[in-house]
């Protein structure tokens, strides 16, 4: 008789965790950025900020519309190429995920945005920077990070105003990135009374520019403005060194803005005249950033890039307007995006009319013995 019931008790018991593992919802949540090629190492850091969050967020034991829920990345790899991003998007698309975090190339976010609204999932960066993105008014497009008008013009004022410069050359790499960073410095620096006094073009796979530097260096300018990412970045700055262009200023946005770019310039003295911008503030100045860089370099050695924090509040964004909405369904939950009021790592994330961040930071950078630092 007691063994009877005691078998009794354990049926009982294994019906309730069985009903319990199936109150259990899984929602996945997509993330697409280059995981292989020459900007792998930022697409590696973006998705570690969506894996911390994850993990933070399943910590919670959030209930939302009644069920326990538990977060899984689906995570693409772009390679950073439009067709690639917009493959995975609508693989996204089709496997049903509930919201997506990405793309980290203007290039392949600006195509993607498109497949995201006709599929009715809303995505929101942390780094591309592209102006053009909100431009079509989907209501399933977000930004949580300063746009290169912010950007281009900033970096423009500066050289400018701070350093009181008046000849500089343009050089882009012709993808949306850094074509429209480049384009909103020109037209900020002509507006100041600088002159440009050549324009270049390179492509985002190129490695040596030792044409383009020449060209350049016979036009005699004070600075260089470079449009594109930091894979072509730190070998530009060699050969700059190499043809003697040591004492010429070198601009750029967030793209080049990174402590991989001191590795790739390889001891170029010429590091030492970058000047680079990036969206949002120093991490000393983002209200949770240095507790938050402690617990992601703990988890994640020696990859810290630039957007991992902003990827990482991206994620929270999603699931808050989930808990707001009591609904993991986008089209229930995506109209409560633009509600948005929500203490990040980064900032407190608030969205304009058009899904781009309220009142975005910008913080310009230099490279002291080899080292990025803050200069505002």
Not at 13 to 41: D, F, K, N
Not at 359 to 366: G, K, M, Q, S
Request: glycine content about 10%.
């Amino acid at each position: 008789m007691q063994m009877k019931f005691k078998l009794t008790v354990v049926a009982a018991l294994g019906c309730l965790a069985g009903m319990a593992a199936a109150q259990e919802t899984i929602v996945r949540i997509g993330h697409v950025a280059p995981l292989s090629g020459s900007q792998a190492h930022y697409g590696k850091d973006n998705e570690n900020g969506v894996r911390m969050a994850i993990d933070d967020l399943n910590a919670k034991g959030l209930v939302i519309g009644g069920k326990k829920v538990k977060f899984e990345i689906v995570a693409e790899d772009d390679a950073a190429d439009p067709k690639q991003g917009t493959a995975a998007a609508q693989k996204l698309c089709d496997s049903k995920v509930a919201g997506v975090v990405g793309h980290l190339n203007s290039g392949t976010t600006l195509p993607a945005s498109k497949i995201y609204n006709d599929c009715g999932i809303p995505h929101v960066t942390g780094a591309a920077t592209n102006p053009d993105l909100t431009k079509p008014g989907y209501k399933t497009t977000y930004r949580i990070i300063a746009n290169d008008n912010a950007l281009g013009a900033g970096l423009a004022f500066y050289a400018a105003d701070a350093l009181k410069l008046k000849r500089v050359a343009i050089i882009d790499d012709r993808s949306a990135y850094g074509k429209g960073v480049a384009e909103v410095f020109k037209k900020t620096a002509l507006a100041k009374g600088m002159t440009v006094v050549d324009e270049q073009f390179t492509t985002d796979k190129a490695t040596d520019f030792m044409a383009i530097l020449t060209a350049v260096k016979a036009k005699s300018p004070d600075a260089i403005f470079f449009g594109g990412m930091d894979p072509q970045a730190g070998p530009m700055l060699r050969q700059m060194e190499q043809l003697g262009l040591n004492k010429v200023k070198y601009f750029g946005g967030d793209g080049i803005c990174t402590a991989e770019v001191a590795k790739l310039a390889a001891g170029a003295k010429t590091l030492g005249n970058v000047v680079c911008a990036e969206g949002g503030a120093s991490l000393a100045k983002m209200p949770g950033g240095e507790a938050w860089k402690k617990r992601y370099d703990a988890k994640y050695p020696n990859q810290f890039q630039i957007y991992s924090p902003y990827t990482y509040d991206a994620t929270f964004v999603l699931v808050d307007a989930m808990q707001r909405a009591n609904s993991t369904d986008p089209k229930v939950y995506t109209p409560e995006l633009i509600k948005t009021n929500l203490k990040g790592v980064t900032t407190t994330i608030a969205f304009e009319a058009n899904g781009e961040l309220k009142n975005p930071a910008i913080t310009l950078y230099v490279y002291k013995d080899g080292k990025k630092s803050a200069l505002n």
